[in-house]
């Protein structure tokens, strides 16, 4: 609030508006040089909503509460999240190659990047210096953003805004025809017809799932095979390989401090040691 | 202080966005790296309708936002429908034009 008064002095740039820039402008270099260089695409996705939010109290405290809004709720509330959902459908494993296509693109991109702010840069601050902040309150009045930016909306801007309904239609209708699957018509398998395909693969039974027989409520842990071995089919797709701590066997249990109370519920349970410890197995 | 900080502070991001196309693979990151230097660019509209003491600079980034998301939407179905045929995000597998 201190630095939408020190804002809307007029003609003068606040105390609360100079802190607020110089505390954000470095959070969003940071997001947006983050996204630009992390590895994972996710942790890009992350960095660009850092960035995006300080860019929209950037908005606020520049007399634009209204965009400040939208930039919040339509860029990281709906834009990030379909960029969200399209990483996880097309696999968060997907990194980027390390290799260049091109060779020194990389570098020349660096060169071209830092020349091109150094010059845009140097030209804005020289064209801009005495800048005047004329402020908004000449539009405005006492009415407030909103009431400006509609009355402008609706009067001057009204054949764009009505275009912008059919753009935004055409694209909703675009994105559908695009990630639409044609099937050809009868082509679609029965149900008979998938099961018998099923049966005379090799596995005709489901995949262990990781909690079978598992002794940790990890899904990263593996299902138990009855002997006590791994089953190698049941690890989870798209964990990354951990450790995960499990509760020891019961057999094996009653060197561990803890031994007591785990036999104890394993008894509860029933207990399935068997081969495996006779064959001196340790399990992970 | 003064407003040239903000338009400084929007150039140097746009640079940014635009050394992401140019260095980035996968084609997500890429449009990620375009919506930055779309941001960079409202940022500029908002300064410079403060400075002048007009709306339209709002009205235009406002315009820029709608445009964005339908882009987004189209642009995500695209990466989408190419990833099902290549089952690759990279944009440099889709070179079938390239010859």
Redesign the interface.
């Known amino acids: 609030m201190t630095v939408l008064a020190a804002a809307a002095g007029g003609a003068q ?1 606040g105390t609360g ?2 802190v607020a ?2 505390l954000l ?1 470095p959070v ?2 940071a997001g ?2 983050g ?2 260089f992390s590895r994972n ?1 996710v942790h ?2 992350l960095f ?1 909503v850092n ?2 939010l300080a ?1 929209g109290v ?2 606020v405290i ?3 509460p ?2 400040g809004a ?2 919040i709720i ?2 990281t509330g ?2 990030m999240i ?2 969200l959902f ?2 996880m ?3 968060r494993d ?4 390390v290799v260049e ?1 091109l060779r020194g ?2 570098l020349a ?2 060169v ?3 020349g ?2 150094g010059l ?2 140097a030209g ?2 020289r064209a ?2 005495g ?10 009045g006492t009415d407030g ?1 909103v009431p ?2 509609a009355r ?2 609706f009067t ?2 009204l054949l ?1 805004f009505e275009v ?1 309904s059919a ?2 239609i ?3 209708v ?3 025809v ?2 639409h ?1 044609e099937r050809e018509p009868g082509s679609r398998q029965t149900q008979r017809e998938l099961s018998r395909a099923r049966f005379l693969t090799e596995r005709p039974q489901t995949l262990p799932g990781p909690g079978v027989y598992a002794r940790a409520n990890s899904i990263a842990a593996p299902g138990r095979l009855p002997d006590g071995g791994i089953a190698e089919s049941s690890f989870a797709t798209g964990v990354e390989p951990q450790d995960v701590d499990e509760m020891p066997r019961p057999g094996l249990s009653e060197t561990g401090p803890r031994g007591r109370a785990i036999e104890d519920s394993d008894a509860s349970l029933g207990s399935t040691s068997g081969t495996g410890q006779q064959r001196g197995e340790t399990p992970r | ?9 929007a ?10 196309v ?5 084609a ?2 890429v ?3 375009i ?2 230097m779309l ?2 660019v ?2 500029t509209l ?2 410079f ?8 600079g ?2 235009i ?3 820029v ?10 642009g ?6 190419i ?2 045929t290549r089952r ?3 944009v ?1 597998d889709a070179n079938l034009l390239k010859y």
Do not use: H, K
């Open positions: 740039i508006e100079t820039f110089w402008a969003a270099l947006a040089l996204m630009v695409a890009s996705a660009l960035s995006m860019l950037f908005y520049q007399q634009a209204f965009l939208v930039q339509v860029y709906a834009i379909l960029f399209v990483l459908l097309v696999g997907s990194a980027d190659s296509t693109q990389r991109a660096i071209l990047g830092v091109f702010a845009v840069g804005i601050a801009t210096e800048l005047v902040v004329t402020g908004l309150e000449g539009v405005q953003n400006a930016i402008s909306l001057d801007y764009a912008t753009l935004l055409t694209a909703a675009g994105a559908m695009l990630a699957i | 202080m003064t407003l040239t900080n903000y338009l400084v502070l150039a140097v991001l746009f640079t940014i966005g635009a050394i992401g140019l260095v980035r693979r996968n997500i990151v449009f990620m790296c919506e930055l941001n960079s409202n940022l908002v300064t309708a403060r400075a002048t003491g007009t709306i339209d709002q009205i980034a406002f315009f936002m709608v445009v964005a998301a339908a882009e987004v939407v189209v995500l179905a695209i990466i989408m429908s990833y099902r690759s995000a990279s440099d």
